[in-house]
């Protein structure tokens, strides 16, 4: 079954679905059809399919002209029409992962769209989640429900996890252009995946599994989220000691090595970095283990998003009036 996928791959053949048309999605669908691939978009919001197979973008990363272009190839069409799985070769899951009330994981939309694609599955056909979700999700929530088919991952079909790394609005970094790293539940799932991606994207980072594919994204936004909460947390310390927290990170920027510039704000960068550590925590305390720097950030930027908000301190003036100051 590897060989096939393969050679469709290599030929542009290859037919490919990505599920769920955001931000991540979108874009998503748009850089396999301007490569070559036949692309099917599937939603299940019927007014976001109608507005994309008339060619009007509503994600600023992807222009209008653009997806266009696209239609007028033929080679991308969208539908809220989860039959033509059938006919796909590889599939791309990019619904959200929000948060629940609760603060614990929501990953209904992902176990909604992997009913989708078991009801269509068939042999020879490659599987890839890139919703954010915590450690584990892939092995022990897709696989199950996947090999309940009675069709078995690494022989009859292939499963990888893949996560996004799109920055809305970076006028630098595209999907094309920003590494993509893989990882499947057998050396042949990633093999797969890394051939798939490596077709449309630039560079691919194969590691060994899907679970550490999805602990690497939950690093790089917990890298962001914790080190927030430090500069946030320094702000206020700052504040305290009547010392001017630009000048101070100014400064301590000057230093070529060793220390990496953040800044402090009441906004934490889009909706992902308040929302993915959270994901990584619950699955620790499933385990037993607080994941103390993740609770702290949290405590700390939600500290400081109220302050700022409320208090007409110096810090304050500055937050809102400094450009950039929102991460
Ligand atoms: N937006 C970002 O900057 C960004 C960056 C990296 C990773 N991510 C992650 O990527 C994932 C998607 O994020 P997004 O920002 O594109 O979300 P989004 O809300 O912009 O888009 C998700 C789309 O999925 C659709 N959808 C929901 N359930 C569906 C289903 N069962 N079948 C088909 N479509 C369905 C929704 O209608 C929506 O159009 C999330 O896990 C997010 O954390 C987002």
Not at 75 to 81: C, L, N, P, V
Request: hydrophobic share 40%; with cysteine.
């Amino acid at each position: 079954m590897q060989r096939p996928l393969q050679e469709k791959i290599a030929t542009r053949s290859l037919r490919v679905a990505v599920i769920g048309l955001g931000y991540v999605g979108l874009p998503l669908a748009a850089t396999f059809a301007e490569v070559g691939f036949h692309v099917t978009g599937i939603d299940i919001d019927q007014q976001k399919v109608d507005l994309a197979n008339r060619g009007e973008s509503y994600i600023p990363d992807i222009s209008s002209s653009t997806l266009q272009k696209l239609l007028e190839t033929k080679r991308i069409y969208f539908t809220t029409d989860f039959a033509i799985l059938n006919d796909i070769d590889a599939v791309s899951i990019c619904v959200p992962t929000p948060l629940r009330k609760t603060r614990d994981p929501d990953i209904s939309y992902i176990i909604s769209a992997t009913q989708q694609v078991k009801e269509h599955l068939h042999p020879g056909q490659l599987v890839i989640l890139e919703s954010t979700t915590y450690p584990s999700t892939t092995d022990e929530v897709l696989l199950p429900e996947l090999e309940a088919t009675g069709l078995k991952v690494g022989v009859d079909f292939f499963l990888a996890f893949s996560p996004e790394r799109i920055d809305p609005g970076n006028p630098d970094f595209a999907t094309h252009n920003t590494p993509k790293i893989v990882g499947g539940i057998t050396p042949a799932c990633t093999e797969l995946a890394q051939a798939f991606y490596g077709a449309a994207i630039e560079k691919v980072v194969p590691v060994s599994s899907a679970r550490v594919a999805e602990m690497v994204k939950l690093l790089e936004n917990t890298f962001r989220a914790v080190n927030i909460g430090l500069v946030n947390e320094i702000a206020i310390i700052c504040e305290k000691l009547s010392i001017d927290v630009w000048e101070v990170i100014d400064a301590a920027a000057t230093k070529p090595f060793g220390f990496m510039r953040f800044l402090p704000g009441p906004g934490l960068g889009g909706h992902c970095i308040p929302v993915d550590p959270h994901y990584l925590s619950w699955k620790l305390k499933t385990l037993d283990y607080t994941a103390r720097f993740i609770e702290l950030a949290a405590e700390i930027n939600y500290y400081f998003a109220v302050a700022s908000s409320q208090s007409a301190s110096p810090l304050q003036r500055r937050v809102c009036t400094i450009p950039g100051t929102t991460q």
